[in-house]
């Protein structure tokens, strides 16, 4: 299995896990505001927030660091683009590889 193809089943979810939580918990943003910045049902951003979703990894101190900064920029400009243009970035980071 590639790296991306485990990536999608334990890193990802874990990413978006904790993009949910800030942006919920640290910006007071509605989940139906969450999920439509995501591109995400409100159901996923519910799961996440419950941890029924994005469980299986425990993200390093970097990898947080650099979500809650893409997290920030995202309830700044009110738009899921920093995270579509930083996901990779943050993926290798979460997985150890940078």
Do not use: H
């Amino acid at each position: 299995m590639i790296p991306c193809e485990r990536n999608r089943w334990t890193v990802i979810p874990a990413i978006r896990r904790e993009i949910a939580r800030i942006l919920v918990e640290e910006f007071s943003m509605p989940q139906r505001e969450v999920a439509e910045l995501l591109n995400l049902s409100e159901a996923a951003i519910s799961n996440y927030l419950r941890k029924k979703r994005g469980r299986l990894v425990k993200l390093n101190r970097k990898a947080l660091r650099e979500i809650k900064k893409v997290a920030r920029e995202i309830a700044e400009k009110k738009s899921g683009k920093p995270l579509d243009r930083n996901f990779c970035r943050l993926c290798r980071i979460a997985s150890g590889g940078d």
